[in-house]
């Protein structure tokens, strides 16, 4: 059973910056694309960004490009969200997950088949 672990959310003022991580366990997520998404009171889950088992592609939605970065580690087995210039917009509780056997678009939620339990971003004026 493959486990996900997000950290690092919680309350910031705009402008400000957070680093999410999510751990994972039960799987080397190595050879695994990675997802963040996230989901606001009231919305659908919406996709974030997006990093290619190698590393090498990385992919954003437009609300975020220029200031969110994804990244991992795949020695720690761990992906990372750095969010910079947070807008209160950026509110929503943010969910990490792992490729699944589908392939397709890193942005659809249907490639991936684990996902965490989630961790609160709140922005402030």
């Known amino acids: 059973q493959v486990q996900l672990v997000e950290s690092g959310g919680g309350l910031v003022q705009a402008g400000g910056s957070l680093r999410l991580s999510c751990a994972a366990s039960?799987?080397?997520?190595?050879?695994?694309?990675m997802g963040w998404f996230r989901q606001a009171p009231g919305k659908e889950r919406e996709f974030v960004a997006a990093?290619?088992?190698?590393?090498?592609?990385?992919y954003y939605a437009d609300s975020v490009k220029g200031r969110f970065t994804i990244s991992r580690d795949n020695a720690k087995n761990t992906v990372y969200l750095q969010m910079n210039s947070l807008k209160p917009e950026d509110t929503a509780v943010y969910y990490c997950?792992?490729?699944?056997?589908?392939?397709?678009?890193?942005?659809?939620?249907?490639?991936?088949?684990?996902w965490g339990q989630g961790t609160q971003v709140t922005v402030s004026l």
């Open positions: 990093i290619r088992w190698s590393g090498g592609s990385t």
């Open positions: 997950a792992v490729q699944g056997p589908r392939s397709g678009s890193l942005s659809y939620t249907g490639v991936y088949d684990y």
């Open positions: 039960g799987r080397t997520i190595s050879s695994y694309g």
